[in-house]
Nanobody, 126 residues
Framework: QVQLVESGGGSVQAGGSLRLSCAAS??????????VGWFRQAPGKEREGVAAICSDGGTAYRDSVKGRFTISKDNAKNTLYLQMNSLKPEDTAMYYCASLTGGSWYLLKSADFGYWGPGTQVTVSS
């Protein structure tokens, strides 16, 4: 069973950048074989999809992060990344990575993903 662990979160000022990482273990070729995604959840709000990438390199983003966030993966390192630039206070949330378990990956529905990591906190101050 695949295990995912996020890292790279922190506190930054608005306009700053962070790069999140998600390391996979327990499955030899998670990122070369599956679709995976980044999600976030702010206090009092539902978990929402941020970006996803599939085994063929196809990507999908929620509208509010297009042009600012970039999802990528290193299959050799079994690591998923989320480069976040021009961060805004509304990006503040716990960020999670997950692997697609059913449904359409590009719809970024959290119900279609599983094997959630513990998350990494991102805080953006104004």
């Amino acid at each position: 069973q695949v295990q995912l662990v996020e890292s790279g979160g922190g506190s930054v000022q608005a306009g700053g950048s962070l790069r999140l990482s998600c390391a996979a273990s327990g499955s030899g070729d998670t990122y070369s074989s599956y679709c995976v995604g980044w999600f976030r959840q702010a206090p009092g709000k539902e978990r929402e999809g941020v970006a996803a990438i599939c085994s063929d390199g196809g990507t999908a983003y929620r509208d509010s992060v297009k042009g600012r966030f970039t999802i990528s993966k290193d299959n050799a390192k079994n690591t998923l990344y989320l480069q976040m630039n021009s961060l805004k206070p509304e990006d503040t949330a716990m960020y999670y990575c997950a692997s697609l378990t059913g449904g359409s990956w590009y719809l970024l529905k959290s119900a279609d993903f599983g094997y959630w990591g513990p998350g990494t906190q991102v805080t953006v101050s104004s």
